[in-house]
C-alpha cells in the first residue's frame, strides 16, 4: 500500500486525478470504478478540466459505480446517477450507456444485485476502482459487520452513515435507509485501487483502517490486503498517522 500526503484537499484531488487520468492515457478503452459523496468531487472537477484541455478521451472507457440509494427515483437530484450525471458524465466525452450505476428502484433487488455483479464480470472486472471511506470505515456502502460481506447485496445504513449523509438532503428523514452497493470481494477483485481521504473528522477511521487490524468492523481494514492500493489524503486526514 502507497499513502501519499498532500497538503490540502485539492492537492491531494489533482494528485489522485493524476493516477485514473494515466489510468485512462495507457488503457483508453478501460472500466473505472468510480464513487460519489463529497470526497470524489475534486478529483472528478480535476478530470473534467485535463479532458477541456484536449488531455484526456473517454470515448472508450466504461464506468461502474459503487452504490446506489434504494427507493431514490433515477431522476431525485441526490440519487448516485443524478450525482456523477452532474459532477462527471455530463462534461467529458464517456457515452452515457457505458456508464453504469446501480438500479435502486429495480423491482427485484435481489435480481438486481445478481445482474450487478455479472455486469462487473462481463466488462472484464475494474481496473482502476476509486474509493471514499465513511466516518464508520465503510467502503462503497459496506458497513461495519460481523463478516466481510462479499458480492454486491442490499444493507440497511448504520444510523451514523444516514447523519453523515444528510447534509446533501433537506432533513435526516429524507435519507433512503437501503442502499445496494458493490461487496467487498466485487471491490477487493479491481486490479487497482486509490482511496481519497480528507479532513481531521476522517483522521481516526483512517489510520484504523490503514494500520490497525484486519476486521470486518471497520470493513476498509482488508484494504490491507490488496496488493495494488493507492492511498490519498491530505495532512488533516493523516494527522494521527504522521
Ligand atoms: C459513495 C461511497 C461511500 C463514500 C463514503 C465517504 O459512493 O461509496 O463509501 O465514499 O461515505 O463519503 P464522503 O466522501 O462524502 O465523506
Known amino acids: 500500500m502507497k499513502i501519499i500526503s498532500a497538503p490540502d484537499y485539492v492537492s491531494m484531488s489533482r494528485k489522485a486525478a493524476n493516477l485514473l487520468s494515466a489510468q485512462v492515457i495507457l488503457k483508453p ?18 478530470l ?31 440519487s448516485y446517477r443524478s ?14 450507456e457505458n456508464t453504469h450505476v446501480p438500479n435502486g428502484t429495480a423491482h427485484n433487488m435481489e ?10 464480470e462481463s466488462l472484464g472486472g475494474v481496473d482502476m476502482q476509486l474509493l471514499g471511506i465513511g466516518n464508520t470505515g465503510h467502503i462503497g456502502f ?20 444516514i447523519k453523515a449523509n444528510a447534509r446533501f438532503f433537506d432533513s435526516e428523514a429524507d435519507v433512503p435507509q437501503q442502499a445496494i452497493t458493490m461487496g467487498i470481494q466485487t471491490i477487493m477483485k479491481a486490479k487497482k485501487i486509490v482511496l481519497v481521504a480528507n479532513g481531521e473528522n476522517k483522521a481516526d477511521i483512517l489510520e484504523k483502517a490503514l494500520f490497525g487490524p484486519i476486521r470486518p468492523q471497520i470493513p476498509a481494514s482488508i484494504l490491507q490486503l490488496h496488493s ?15
Open 83 to 96: 450525482f456523477m450525471n452532474e459532477n462527471l458524465f455530463k462534461h467529458i466525452n464517456v457515452p452515457i
Open 142 to 161: 459496506n458497513e461495519p459487520n460481523d463478516c466481510f460481506d462479499t458480492m454486491t447485496h442490499i444493507v440497511t445504513l448504520k444510523e451514523v452513515t
Open 111 to 120: 435480481a438486481e444485485c445478481i445482474r450487478y455483479e455479472k455486469l462487473v
Open 48 to 78: 473534467i478540466d485535463w479532458y477541456e484541455k484536449g488531455d484526456l478521451d473517454f470515448s472508450k472507457v466504461h464506468t461502474i459505480n459503487l452504490d446506489e440509494y434504494i427507493g431514490l427515483p433515477v431522476q431525485h437530484p441526490q
Open 228 to 242: 495494488d492500493v493507492t492511498v490519498f489524503a491530505d495532512e488533516a486526514a493523516l494527522k494521527v498517522i504522521r
Open 29 to 46: 478503452d478501460c472500466v473505472l470504478g468510480l464513487a460519489t459523496g463529497g470526497t470524489p468531487v475534486g478529483v472528478y472537477r480535476q
